[in-house]
């Protein structure tokens, strides 16, 4: 396994510009979880995926923000009319599920957002 | 809905000592539970889960943990810290969903200092 990954690692932009984040899951795992940490506190659940479906979102998840995984691979999450309240770290992960002993989420690096 | 609470922000040892992080959840049912550490600008790497069977579990880099169900705590523990154990620390509860685990709901983190 090579990992999660995740593109861009840093991200500077203009208030009301869009953005948009890729990541790579471990190759084969179905699920793909995204979420966001803001300085001193702990990741907080976006939304999820198992496979090609978007099994839950959080209410963290305003209009603004929109996540997909086309192929059930790679996903992106997209952030339209950004705001300064939208810099965080922006975390991905993948699990396998069901599995025996693999339903555990591996994180990747993130991806750092700072709106100017 | 589910909560965790790591009730110390920061946390002093002296290189080897021992360590006890403490862990307390909210969640109606069994959970799974899930420590991970994260190095500055890291992502996070899991040190160990507990999803059923003994309640005293095992994981990297000589820590442990025990789930005490009567006390909804998960505490992490390690005999002797050495200078590399100094990070952030998060506890984390997810909701059993098809085998595996939903969107992850974590504490706000203990800042672990190593002292020589």
């Known amino acids: 396994d090579t990992g999660v990954s995740q593109n861009p690692r840093h991200k500077i932009t203009k208030r009301g510009q869009n953005v948009t984040f890729r990541c790579d899951p471990i190759?084969?795992?179905?699920?793909l979880y995204w979420y966001r940490q803001t300085l001193g506190q702990g990741p907080e659940f976006l939304t999820y995926f198992q496979n090609e479906a978007q099994l839950e979102k959080s209410r963290l998840l305003s209009d603004r923000f929109s996540a997909e995984r086309p192929k059930g691979s790679f996903s992106t999450l997209e952030i339209q009319r950004t705001e300064q309240g939208d810099s965080a770290m922006y975390l991905c992960a993948s699990s396998s599920v069901p599995g025996q002993g693999e339903d555990t989420q591996y994180f990747g690096p993130g991806t750092r957002l700072t709106v100017l | 809905a589910q909560s965790v609470t790591q009730p110390d922000i920061h946390i002093t040892v002296s290189e080897g000592a021992s360590l006890e992080l403490r862990c307390n959840y909210s969640?109606?049912?069994?959970?799974?539970l899930f420590w991970y550490v994260q190095s500055p600008g890291q992502g996070l790497q899991l040190l160990l889960k507990y999803f059923s069977g003994d309640t005293l579990v095992q994981g990297i880099k000589g820590f442990e943990a025990e789930f005490k169900r009567s006390q909804s705590s998960f505490n992490l523990r390690k005999p002797s810290v050495h200078w590399s154990d100094a990070a952030e620390y998060f506890c984390a509860v997810g909701a059993r969903s098809g085998g595996g685990a939903d969107g992850l709901t974590f504490g706000k983190g203990t800042h672990l200092i190593i002292q020589p």
């Open positions: 969640y109606g049912a069994t959970p799974y």
């Open positions: 190759s084969e795992h179905n699920r």
